[in-house]
Structures are given as structure tokens and as C-alpha cells.
């Protein structure tokens, strides 16, 4: 009699074993496209295009960012995955490949000095966070572990406790920065969120807002809006100067500032369910009525909402959700948001869809 993998192995044509095993084996690969990424990040090869006026052969990416000579066959080998990948795109010429930008490369280039999303694929695809990813299965079985999260268990110590010192630090606040100067470029114009952010009355709070650029952004765009940032003292110590943001060192689960609204931008996702209720409980201290005003807005990852995403979309937020789980963090579906915020003591909730895999929630007393 045949065991059940036989069963199925006979069930599957050979067409079919062997699309199985392609399959299997592009999953076993597929964070090569991540190092590969970070590679072309970090030799700033979407600049060197951009310099070279948007299109660069092998040749003239070399001559661009330094690589030797002898490694032309290897760092076409590395555009060969990155454009496979959609991330640059190649064109045959007489003079061979000629590589240009998409729109994702597009994002990593350099703008004054300061790249755009740059600073985020360096601190998301970092040692550290991939050392704590292989402590998945520990962190499921070993009961040492199952009280910590996986950062811990990789390193002895929290992301948090890491980033409050260090180069770490430095770069982490700075991908913060550049994910809030991109989301807010966005979601304060008015057809994704600016008529949200236009009727707060007179004073805004970011909680957690580092070093103040979602807070500089709202206050340029709307400059009725008195905007305060609150992070922790080693966070707004090292924050540089806005003429139109004030920062309060703090701790939010301690104390939020009084204010119209609260903000939390990629906040919540980081903690726990009873952790977020104290978080909310907090600013529900801090805002007035709902008739004068009081708000909070939650600018996080509601998975599977609108119900029409591409698969794109769809295994960025889940994805996301497991990378989560190196900080004991959480990417929610509408039902465990919902169930937080009544805890947390609210009556009422909005979730306005944007085209990224953010909504904008808004949260009323």
C-alpha cells in the first residue's frame, strides 16, 4: 500500500513535480533578492544611473561606484537578479546592456544629499534583524524564549534597548525619517488624507515622532495646526531644530501632552495587544470630547482591508507581519483593531484607504 506522499506524488504529473520543486526552491531564494537589493543600495547604483542621465552600462556603473574591474561579470550577475526582480530595467544595445531606473529604483535616489527610501532598506535588511529571524523556530519551542521576543533571543537584549545607543540607533531614526517624509509627502495631499489632517483644530501630538519630520510635514502643510513631537529623552536629544515643532521628552506609556489630536504613525504595530490599550488609554487622557474635537489618528497596516489588493500588496503586509515578529510586534486585520480600541475605551472608528498598504484610521472618544 502506498504511503500518503506517494499518493500524492502519484496524484502530480511530472509537469507538476517538477513546477512544485521550482517553486520550493525560488521560496529558499528568495532573500537574495533582499542582499541584493541592499548591495545595490548601498554601492548607490540608482544614483550612479540617475548621474549617468537615467540609463549605464556595466561599464559605466563601475566607473560610477568603484567596483573593480574584475567584478564587471558579478555585478552583472547582481543587475541580472535586480532586474528579473523589477527593480532596475535593462534594454540590449550595441554597446550591451543598457540599465535604467524604474519607479522602485527611483525611490533610492539621492535628492540634496539625502536619498529618499535609501535609509529604509538599510536598516530593514540589517544582520541584526535577519540574525533574529533565524531564531524562529527557537523562538516557537524553547521555553527560555517564549517570554522574549525574537531580537532577544538573537542578541540578549530588545531592539529598543539596542537603538537607545549606538550606530543602530543612528540608523533607525534615520529610516523613520525617511518613511515619514515619503508617507506624509503623500497622505497630506488632498486626495489621499489632507482633508483628515485640515480639520484638526488647533494642536497635534506625534507620539513617537522621532525626530519630527511627520510632525514638520503636517505643520508646513497646515500651518493652524500647533505640532508637538513626544519620544523618549535619547530620541529628542539627538533631534535637529524645526522652526514650527515643539518636542517634549517623555514616555507615552506614562504621560501624552494635551493636544486636539494625537498621532501615531507606525507606532502600535510595534507592541503587543494589552500594550497598545495602555498606549491608547493614554491618549484618550490627552484629547478633548468628540464634539470639540478629540481625535486620534493611527496611520498603520490593516491587513486585508479593501479586499481588492494585488498580490504585491497582499504579501507585503503579511510579510511585513512575520518581520514583526522580531520586536513581538503585530500587523492587525480590522477585528483586532477593533477589539483593542473598544478596550482602550472608544466608541467609534474610521478607516480611510490609501494606496499604500497604510490606512489612515481615525479613532474618537
Known amino acids: ?36 537589493l541592499k548591495a545595490a543600495t548601498e ?7 540617475h548621474r549617468r542621465g537615467g540609463a549605464a552600462t ?18 552583472r550577475r547582481l543587475m541580472r537578479v535586480l532586474t528579473t526582480s523589477g527593480v532596475f530595467s535593462v534594454v540590449d544595445d550595441v554597446a550591451g546592456a543598457v540599465y535604467k531606473l524604474t519607479r522602485v529604483s527611483r525611490l533610492l535616489v539621492g535628492a540634496g544629499g539625502h536619498a529618499i527610501l535609501s535609509p529604509v532598506v538599510g536598516a530593514f535588511v540589517s544582520r541584526s534583524f535577519v540574525a533574529a529571524l533565524f ?13 522574549l521576543s525574537l531580537y532577544e533571543v538573537a542578541h540578549g537584549s530588545t531592539i529598543w534597548e539596542t537603538t537607545a545607543a549606538g550606530r543602530s540607533g543612528e540608523i533607525f531614526n534615520a529610516a ?13 495631499r488632498e486626495e489621499c488624507g489632507g482633508s483628515i489632517f485640515r480639520a484638526v483644530k488647533g494642536s497635534l ?37 524645526h522652526d514650527n515643532v515643539t518636542f517634549v521628552a517623555g514616555d507615552m506609556f506614562d504621560y501624552i501632552p494635551p493636544a486636539d489630536v494625537v498621532l501615531l504613525k507606525w507606532i502600535l504595530h510595534d507592541w503587543k495587544d494589552e500594550d497598545c490599550v495602555k498606549i491608547l488609554r493614554r491618549c484618550k487622557e490627552s484629547i478633548p470630547a468628540r464634539d470639540a474635537g478629540g481625535k486620534v489618528i493611527i496611520i498603520d497596516t490593516v491587513i486585508g482591508f479593501g479586499g481588492s489588493q494585488g498580490i504585491v500588496s497582499k504579501e ?32 467609534d472608528y474610521k478607516i480611510t484607504a490609501t494606496m499604500g498598504i497604510r490606512p489612515i484610521i481615525e479613532l474618537c472618544p
Open 43 to 49: 554601492l548607490r547604483i540608482p544614483d550612479a544611473i
Open 176 to 188: 523613520m525619517a525617511a518613511d515619514s517624509r515619503f508617507t506624509m509627502d503623500i497622505l497630506l
Open 316 to 347: 507585503t503586509e503579511v510579510l511585513l507581519d512575520g518581520f514583526m515578529m522580531c520586536v513581538d510586534g503585530i500587523e492587525r486585520e480590522e477585528l483586532e483593531w477593533r477589539k483593542i480600541f473598544l478596550e482602550a475605551g472608544f466608541t
Open 58 to 75: 556595466l561599464s559605466d556603473l563601475a566607473a560610477e561606484t568603484g567596483i573593480h574591474p574584475t567584478k564587471l561579470s558579478s555585478l
Open 135 to 147: 531564531s524562529m523556530r527557537e523562538g516557537f519551542t524553547d521555553e527560555r524564549a517564549a517570554a
Open 205 to 241: 501630538v506625534d507620539v513617537g515622532g522621532g525626530h519630527g519630520s511627520a510632525a514638520s510635514a503636517i505643520a508646513r502643510a497646515f500651518p493652524h495646526i500647533k505640532c508637538t513631537v513626544l519620544d523618549l529623552p535619547h530620541v529628542v536629544a539627538g533631534a535637529p531644530a
Open 1 to 36: 500500500m502506498a504511503s500518503l506522499n506517494e499518493q500524492d506524488e502519484l496524484a502530480m504529473s511530472t509537469d507538476e513535480l517538477l513546477q512544485a520543486q521550482v517553486e520550493l526552491y525560488h521560496h529558499c531564494f528568495a532573500f537574495v533578492k533582499s542582499l541584493a
